[in-house]
């Protein structure tokens, strides 16, 4: 196997082979290890590699979104090939599926029909970021309302000022992972509502899929604009182009238009081209009359060149660069750009050099104009993702739809831009059956539109963000009457991204993001016929950590709102981490008054609860006082005005889930115990009884909503309690029944926790508590119950490859409460040959005689560690684990699960990636492996699991739901959306509770936690033993019992028989080895070892066998010698059982002989 850290001589060879890939898209001719080696390249090249550990503070300053988990998970779900996610790929996968929707047959998959539909558990008090909310225009009485999770859906209240009125899923035609990002509806007709998805402002974490609409008030849905292309292929962008007319066979040369001068369009300036003289056009320049003006970059700023040249008679100006080929994006400088009205492009070295030769060999003729949005040699993934806002507007009794529509990119190395040439202002004046576009430029490029609002006066107004270069953004534009034209009427300086509200007295307010670290934010006011704006005062924020220049606290292009009351237009409500509102229009009253007053707290503390990061508000047009504001938490709700603020989640289901770790079903059948966590609805701490009984007891790690518990016996949804605070992570239960407890994780290793619910009162006891980023954000985890010890990804960036190790917490699990304070001891295991790509996933196969860790990692590697559990005494122990590896020759891409069958030998793999094989099976322990996408579409697969009953039901967890297959054994597999109940959001864990109720829980990242079961329609009878493994000395016997569990009516004779077992080996049954079986039960087996039966480890298979099944599954036979040391003396009469001593002298006569007694006489 080839691997990049020991072929270093490869690159060159690599290098070729990536260009030769990217441009011509062709990987038929390629080996594994070749792909495996440009998969390494662009783990090694992604965009995140130096801010996937940056703290949140660092990040805020650097304007990245707050939770890397994104970052991460692009990274995991990379094609291999070409180096980038392909999440046009669900798009167009999603449309599909929903065309082509069907009512499946009964059976026993969980999500597979309405008997095995999968139920919604929750968190009912627990939202998740959301931004677009809106009253009902139908409902007179100001109850009913529509809100959007930015990952989970579109949901409806009708009742929003009761806090016991539910929310409700709306799934008829419309997709359940909806990233909604605005909703509005038609004045003309009240029925008709849109909603707007996607966000270009968070680095595409939030990719939506176009507008829908809905005719209806709300019950049905259809798209009329955006989301992917019929065929989304993605392509190599051309830029724009200069054409050399003159002489003819000439490439064309990609340019960069300046930020200054004339804007060029599609109407083609064509001139002859000239050299300046002198050539850097830094001084006064002969003349250049009616000709295209060549010139060297450097010795002075690019407005003066152009100046220069425009007054030297030019039309227009290319500046070539002097150090290189890259193109550079030119400023104007300290000259005055109102004086520049020819168009100034930049090229590359390269081409400036080829232009002068062609110019000094003779007449050379240029064409210059505009073709396209996008810079030369980026990826474009066709479609509109990014509805940023949408207003209806009543023209002369018309209705008008206006959409912003943006572009993003990952940021990732091969530069991909979604919407790249699409987005902008479109209109619409026929209901959406057809658009038009609205080309808004500022210095010669398409802005991006953030925000849109209708004035009093009718018109259109427009506010900007950045673009993919940077630039555009702060600017807001006013439509003319008829709206098809935009003029720029205000420029916010440093802005970036800027949200505008206009208030019914004919004034505006704006919010904006700046790029000034001394002013990161600002507000300010004029009127909409006006030409100036003043500076309101900042509101200043009572909580702690909030500087007094920043109420976003760093995260101005992240957290934003504005809102203006419709009948009072001095009241305004702005939101960053917390909520203020101004009644005096923002003026202060006196020069040391704050115009502002804080209105919700963060941290409850201080005052009315909201949970942090506002995002959004929405106020009734007619009863002003009621307001709704969306933030990270879910939606909050005041009928004051915002004298009193309360949260409306309940079964507003959208929060964001990492992980799910499920109890036992028996492990609280005869104890009780409690739980101290947080209400995140009141954000107030309450004691949380675990009742004794059949009760689920499940917790799940969540997107900023911490570590979430929750118990229930209703199969359905109930209240969760926040145990930990910040972002939730790994969890895991204890499969121990008689050892009761759960892991829970902040970020990285910072804080491991594990709560003892042995007692009747809980206790969380600190297992690692530290500063460092070592591992990822969201970090993987695994949990040895037997053996008490989780292991830890614990891998860290620095010098040429990263460290990789994984740290395993040991000593912890008897719960001395001398130790509840204190880190537990932690040994470090690593392969410096094995084990160098990070780890993306880990498991233990479940034994009670030794601890087998599984490790995945990012570059497609299996592994495994014989022996975890053992390390050498003392303050510093080492591990003395034994490594092996068990990649498949095929594996390709970054491991996402691993999970077990009915033994160690049958293990499944599961890859987080596009363009590869996603599921692998072996059937003998990882030696050889087999793939199993079958017919599974292109899409990234996070966990697996497998019907214990039926062999051949497997179900995955996927970015559009769980899927499952009936025949998993065939060569292809035939995959279905198992999607009664859920479908269209991403599954990110699935957990099979222990017990013979096979329940499985999902948890999905939009829509909180769902639970179904696995079944058997069919007679079945399955099988198992209560212990692994079983030790009998020489020459004696021992027992063990054989359990059966009877489906489906299950009524036949069945025979059991054992294999593997060691010559002259005696068996009994009792009752018997053949029995008429129709309910549950177990036989028990003894077996009489001959004592010259060899001492060693015999794998053994226990058959049940019936008319139309066969069962097995399988104990390991331990035989323990009878004469530990070969004297021909038994251990139970050998005086020295473990030191030979053939005779047995004894001459102190205490039972110890000579030879081992250390005071023999």
């Keep these: 196997?080839?691997?990049?850290?020991?072929?270093?001589?490869?690159?060159?060879?690599?290098?070729?082979?990536?260009?030769?890939?990217?441009?011509?898209?062709?990987?038929?001719?390629?080996?594994?290890?070749?792909?495996?080696?440009?998969?390494?390249?662009?783990?090694?090249?992604?965009?995140?590699?130096?801010?996937?550990?940056?703290?949140?503070?660092?990040?805020?300053?650097?304007?990245?979104?707050?939770?890397?988990?994104?970052?991460?998970?692009?990274?995991?779900?990379?094609?291999?090939?070409?180096?980038?996610?392909?999440?046009?790929?669900?798009?167009?996968?999603?449309?599909?599926?929903?065309?082509?929707?069907?009512?499946?047959?009964?059976?026993?998959?969980?999500?597979?029909?309405?008997?095995?539909?999968?139920?919604?558990?929750?968190?009912?008090?627990?939202?998740?970021?959301?931004?677009?909310?809106?009253?009902?225009?139908?409902?007179?009485?100001?109850?009913?309302?529509?809100?959007?999770?930015?990952?989970?859906?579109?949901?409806?209240?009708?009742?929003?000022?009761?806090?016991?009125?539910?929310?409700?899923?709306?799934?008829?035609?419309?997709?359940?992972?909806?990233?909604?990002?605005?909703?509005?509806?038609?004045?003309?007709?009240?029925?008709?509502?849109?909603?707007?998805?996607?966000?270009?402002?968070?680095?595409?974490?939030?990719?939506?899929?176009?507008?829908?609409?809905?005719?209806?008030?709300?019950?049905?849905?259809?798209?009329?604009?955006?989301?992917?292309?019929?065929?989304?292929?993605?392509?190599?962008?051309?830029?724009?182009?200069?054409?050399?007319?003159?002489?003819?066979?000439?490439?064309?040369?990609?340019?960069?238009?300046?930020?200054?001068?004339?804007?060029?369009?599609?109407?083609?300036?064509?001139?002859?081209?000239?050299?300046?003289?002198?050539?850097?056009?830094?001084?006064?320049?002969?003349?250049?009359?009616?000709?295209?003006?060549?010139?060297?970059?450097?010795?002075?700023?690019?407005?003066?060149?152009?100046?220069?040249?425009?007054?030297?008679?030019?039309?227009?100006?290319?500046?070539?660069?002097?150090?290189?080929?890259?193109?550079?994006?030119?400023?104007?400088?300290?000259?005055?750009?109102?004086?520049?009205?020819?168009?100034?492009?930049?090229?590359?070295?390269?081409?400036?050099?080829?232009?002068?030769?062609?110019?000094?060999?003779?007449?050379?003729?240029?064409?210059?104009?505009?073709?396209?949005?996008?810079?030369?040699?980026?990826?474009?993934?066709?479609?509109?993702?990014?509805?940023?806002?949408?207003?209806?507007?009543?023209?002369?009794?018309?209705?008008?739809?206006?959409?912003?529509?943006?572009?993003?990119?990952?940021?990732?190395?091969?530069?991909?831009?979604?919407?790249?040439?699409?987005?902008?202002?479109?209109?619409?004046?026929?209901?959406?059956n057809n658009w038009n576009k609205i080309n808004v430029e500022f210095e010669g490029r398409i802005v991006q539109p953030i925000d849109l609002e209708i004035s009093s006066e009718n018109t259109i107004w427009m506010s900007t963000t950045r673009d993919n270069r940077g630039l555009g953004a702060g600017l807001i534009y006013e439509s003319d009457s008829s709206g098809s034209a935009f003029n720029l009427k205000f420029q916010i300086d440093g802005g970036r991204r800027t949200e505008i509200e206009l208030t019914s007295n004919k004034e505006i307010f704006v919010l904006a993001a700046t790029g000034d670290a001394a002013n990161p934010v600002t507000i300010k006011k004029g009127l909409t016929n006006g030409n100036t704006l003043e500076d309101l005062t900042l509101p200043d924020d009572d909580d702690p950590g909030i500087p007094s220049n920043d109420f976003t606290r760093g995260q101005s292009f992240y957290d934003l709102m504005i809102e203006s009351n419709p009948q009072d237009p001095n009241q305004v409500y702005v939101g960053g981490i917390d909520l203020f509102k101004t009644s005096s229009g923002g003026i202060s009253g006196s020069a040391n008054s704050n115009p502002w007053n804080q209105i919700s707290h963060w941290y409850n503390r201080y005052g009315p609860y909201s949970h942090a990061d506002q995002h959004g508000a929405t106020i009734n047009e007619s009863n002003p006082n009621l307001v709704l504001f969306g933030n990270d938490g879910g939606i909050s709700f005041t009928n004051s005005g915002g004298s009193s603020i309360s949260t409306r989640n309940l079964n507003f289901h959208t929060s964001q889930y990492y992980t799910i770790a499920v109890a036992p079903k028996n492990m609280f059948s005869n104890h009780s115990s409690t739980v101290v966590g947080n209400d995140r609805s009141k954000y107030e701490n309450a004691s949380r009884p675990i009742p004794q009984g059949d009760y689920d007891v499940f917790v799940g790690g969540l997107q900023d909503n911490g570590t979430m518990f929750q118990i229930d016996n209703e199969n359905s949804g109930s209240k969760a309690y926040d145990v930990s605070g910040g972002d939730g992570a790994a969890t895991m239960f204890s499969q121990k029944e008689s050892n009761k407890y759960f892991v829970q994780n902040y970020v990285y290793n910072r804080s491991v926790e594990v709560w003892n619910l042995n007692e009747s009162s809980g206790q969380n006891f600190v297992i690692n508590d530290e500063s460092e980023s070592k591992g990822d954000f969201i970090n993987v985890q695994a949990l040895d119950s037997e053996f008490g010890i989780i292991y830890s990804n614990y891998s860290s960036s620095g010098g040429t490859f990263p460290l990789t190790e994984i740290a395993a917490y040991v000593e912890w699990d008897d719960f001395d409460p001398d130790d509840r304070n204190f880190n537990a001891k932690k040994v470090l295991l690593y392969d410096n040959n094995l084990f160098f790509s990070n780890a993306s996933a880990l498991s233990v196969y479940p034994s009670s005689e030794k601890s087998t860790l599984y490790v995945g990692t990012e570059g497609g590697q299996l592994?495994?560690?014989?022996?975890?559990?053992?390390?050498?005494?003392?303050?510093?122990?080492?591990?003395?684990?034994?490594?092996?590896?068990?990649?498949?020759?095929?594996?390709?891409?970054?491991?996402?699960?691993?999970?077990?069958?009915?033994?160690?030998?049958?293990?499944?793999?599961?890859?987080?990636?596009?363009?590869?094989?996603?599921?692998?099976?072996?059937?003998?322990?990882?030696?050889?492996?087999?793939?199993?996408?079958?017919?599974?579409?292109?899409?990234?697969?996070?966990?697996?699991?497998?019907?214990?009953?039926?062999?051949?039901?497997?179900?995955?967890?996927?970015e559009l739901g769980v899927w499952y297959t009936k025949d998993f054994s065939s060569d292809k597999p035939s995959w279905l959306q198992a999607n009664a109940g859920m479908s269209d959001v991403r599954v990110t864990d699935l957990d099979l509770r222990k017990g013979d109720d096979f329940k499985v829980f999902a948890a999905t990242y939009g829509l909180g936690v769902y639970s179904s079961f696995f079944a058997s329609d069919e007679p079945l009878i399955n099988i198992n033993t209560e212990v692994k493994s079983i030790k009998i000395n020489q020459g004696e016997e021992g027992s063990f019992n054989v359990n059966y569990k009877v489906y489906g009516g299950f009524d036949e004779q069945t025979t059991f028989s054992i294999e593997g077992l060691p010559s002259d080996t005696n068996i009994s049954y009792e009752p018997s080895n053949s029995l008429k079986i129709n309910s549950n039960g177990f036989i028990e087996i003894t077996l009489k070892i001959d004592d010259k039966t060899d001492a060693k480890s015999y794998p053994l298979s226990i058959k049940a066998k019936s008319e139309n099944l066969t069962k097995s599954t399988s104990i390991e036979l331990i035989v323990v010698s009878n004469d530990n040391d070969n004297d021909g003396v038994k251990n139970d009469v050998d005086k020295c059982p473990d030191t030979p001593n053939t005779d047995q002298k004894d001459s102190d006569n205490d039972g110890i002989g000579d030879v081992c007694d250390t005071t023999p006489f």
């Excluded at 550990?53 to 990040?59: E, F, M």
């Excluded at 991909?416 to 202002?425: A, R």
């Design 863 to 958: 592994l495994k560690v014989e022996n975890a559990h053992k390390y050498s005494e003392g303050d510093n122990p080492e591990s003395q684990a034994e490594w092996s590896s068990l990649t498949g020759n095929n594996f390709l891409g970054s491991i996402s699960d691993i999970e077990f069958g009915s033994s160690e030998n049958k293990i499944f793999v599961t890859f987080h990636n596009f363009g590869v094989n996603n599921i692998f099976f072996s059937d003998d322990g990882g030696v050889s492996w087999i793939e199993k996408d079958g017919d599974l579409p292109d899409i990234p697969v996070r966990c697996i699991l497998q019907n214990p009953m039926v062999e051949d039901e497997v179900i995955i967890g996927t």
């Design 1 to 432: 196997m080839i691997f990049l850290k020991k072929h270093r001589t490869s690159i060159y060879v690599l290098a070729i082979l990536i260009i030769g890939v990217l441009l011509n898209k062709n990987t038929t001719g390629l080996s594994i290890d070749q792909k495996r080696i440009i998969h390494q390249k662009n783990l090694a090249n992604s965009p995140f590699s130096d801010s996937k550990h940056l703290s949140k503070p660092t990040r805020k300053s650097l304007q990245l979104p707050p939770n890397p988990y994104y970052e991460k998970i692009w990274e995991l779900s990379i094609n291999p090939i070409t180096g980038r996610t392909e999440p046009e790929k669900i798009l167009k996968l999603q449309d599909d599926l929903r065309k082509s929707r069907f009512i499946a047959r009964r059976s026993a998959v969980p999500g597979e029909n309405e008997e095995m539909k999968w139920i919604q558990r929750g968190p009912i008090n627990v939202g998740g970021r959301t931004k677009a909310m809106m009253f009902d225009p139908n409902d007179s009485t100001n109850e009913t309302v529509f809100s959007g999770g930015i990952s989970g859906g579109l949901f409806k209240n009708t009742k929003i000022s009761d806090p016991n009125s539910p929310w409700f899923l709306v799934t008829k035609n419309i997709p359940q992972n909806l990233a909604v990002s605005s909703i509005t509806y038609d004045p003309n007709d009240k029925n008709v509502f849109y909603v707007g998805t996607g966000e270009s402002y968070t680095a595409g974490d939030a990719l939506g899929n176009g507008l829908w609409k809905s005719e209806d008030g709300g019950n049905s849905w259809f798209k009329v604009f955006g989301g992917n292309t019929e065929n989304p292929t993605s392509y190599i962008s051309e830029g724009n182009t200069i054409e050399i007319k003159k002489p003819s066979g000439q490439n064309k040369i990609g340019y960069l238009a300046a930020s200054f001068g004339k804007s060029l369009n599609s109407d083609p300036i064509e001139a002859e081209a000239a050299i300046t003289s002198p050539e850097d056009a830094c001084g006064t320049l002969g003349s250049v009359t009616d000709k295209i003006a060549v010139i060297q970059r450097g010795n002075c700023e690019f407005g003066v060149k152009v100046l220069n040249a425009q007054n030297a008679g030019a039309i227009a100006a290319i500046i070539y660069n002097n150090d290189g080929d890259d193109l550079v994006s030119m400023g104007v400088g300290a000259t005055n750009p109102n004086s520049i009205n020819i168009p100034a492009l930049f090229i590359s070295q390269s081409n400036g050099v080829r232009l002068k030769n062609l110019i000094t060999n003779g007449e050379t003729v240029l064409s210059l104009k505009k073709s396209s949005n996008s810079v030369q040699g980026v990826t474009i993934v066709p479609g509109t993702f990014y509805i940023n806002d949408v207003v209806v507007r009543n023209f002369e009794g018309k209705s008008e739809i206006y959409l912003a529509a943006g572009t993003s990119s990952y940021r990732d190395a091969s530069q991909t831009f979604f919407n790249g040439e699409e987005y902008g202002i479109y209109k619409s004046v026929d209901g959406g």
